[in-house]
């Protein structure tokens, strides 16, 4: 058996983010007396993924992205403080446990052979809960998050973390699975581990970068693993 542990990334690849965001941005409206539209969830989507890449490239902490995306959001609507408005849907999305198909059958049956961890870039208010609530959290030993270590995805050292946290020293024996190619894919790459990208749109990779596997439904890695 080539592997003894297996990391995963959270969001868009156990979890359904694009569920949980949608959810709970659609009660935070709710709760500010706000007309929701499909437009307001498509624009903050755009602001907030940009914002997250700027995560990524350390040119925005974690704090400022808390709250900076509904300022660019609500930018012309005084009546809605974005800090407000942050805490609010944060405090929404933390209860969005919502999985991905095959994602508990999938971990369930991987933890029989491997050790398994979560390595996630999200909020520790927001995927803690998440995990915890979540059937998941029987079967995965660690949860790693980069708000919490101090480390981001691609960063070297939040891999460093999660091999600790697993007890585990040989790099040959781990793999990163995940639906980003420039955090999850290239940090995994970088740090000299074997990779999986979890592309279920079938999007074309234009990193650079080649993985070790590329599957389109969870249920491949068990023909992989």
Request: charged fraction near 25%; hydrophobic fraction near 40%.
């Amino acid at each position: 058996m080539k592997y003894k542990v297996v990391l995963f990334d959270a969001d868009n690849t156990l979890f359904d983010y694009d569920q949980a965001q949608e959810v709970a941005f659609r009660q935070a409206f709710h709760e500010f007396n706000l007309d929701y539209s499909d437009d307001w969830l498509s624009r903050y989507r755009l602001i907030s993924e940009s914002l997250w890449r700027r995560l990524e490239n350390g040119t925005i902490l974690a704090t400022e992205l808390r709250y900076k995306r509904f300022e660019a959001l609500f930018e012309n609507r005084l009546e809605v403080d974005p800090v407000s408005f942050s805490e609010s849907y944060l405090d929404k999305l933390s209860e969005g446990r919502f999985l991905l198909e095959g994602a508990q059958e999938v971990v369930a049956e991987l933890a029989l052979k491997y050790e398994l961890a979560i390595v996630t870039n999200g909020l520790k208010g927001v995927q803690l809960p998440r995990f915890q609530g979540s059937p998941l959290s029987k079967f995965i030993k660690s949860l790693i998050i980069s708000e919490e270590v101090g480390y981001k995805k691609s960063d070297a050292g939040i891999f460093d973390c999660a091999l600790r946290a697993m007890q585990h020293t040989e790099r040959s024996s781990v793999i990163m699975i995940g639906d980003s190619l420039t955090s999850d894919i290239k940090g995994g790459f970088d740090y000299g581990i074997d990779t999986c990208w979890y592309n279920p749109s079938g999007a074309a990779n234009q990193s650079g970068i080649t993985p070790n596997y590329e599957i389109k439904h969870l249920n491949e890695l068990l023909g992989i693993l």
